[in-house]
Nanobody
């Protein structure tokens, strides 16, 4: 059974940082490309970042390049079956539930809520 458990969300003030973690089970993690997605209130879920199985290739959607401006960094630890999303200089528009998933898979975790507010 494929499972993703996201953690690390919370309430943070604008300009603050958070590091999200997602631990996977039920997949051959080290060969799977992984991605972080987010869904803001009233909006569709969107891709935020993705990383190849060996961690050497990362990319961020062109549509978010302007808003992310290098503030988010995706990484992974294959020994821990975990993918991370480091988020710096957080803005209120980053408020969303953040999910991770393997590229091409169908299972979703419960997500972790990030709220950026003063």
């Amino acid at each position: 059974q494929v499972q993703f458990v996201e953690s690390g969300g919370g309430l943070v003030q604008p300009g603050g940082s958070l590091r999200l973690s997602c631990t996977a089970s039920g997949i051959d993690f080290s060969i799977r490309s992984m991605a972080w997605y987010r869904q803001a209130p009233g909006k569709e879920r969107e891709l935020v970042a993705r990383i190849s199985g060996n961690g050497k290739i990362v990319n961020y959607p062109d549509s978010l390049q302007g808003s992310l401006q290098g503030r988010f960094t995706i990484s992974r630890d294959n020994a821990r079956n975990t993918v991370y999303l480091q988020m710096n200089n957080l803005k209120p528009e980053d408020t969303a539930v953040y999910f991770c998933k393997d590229i091409g898979g169908t299972a979703w975790g419960q997500g972790t809520l990030v709220t950026v507010s003063s």
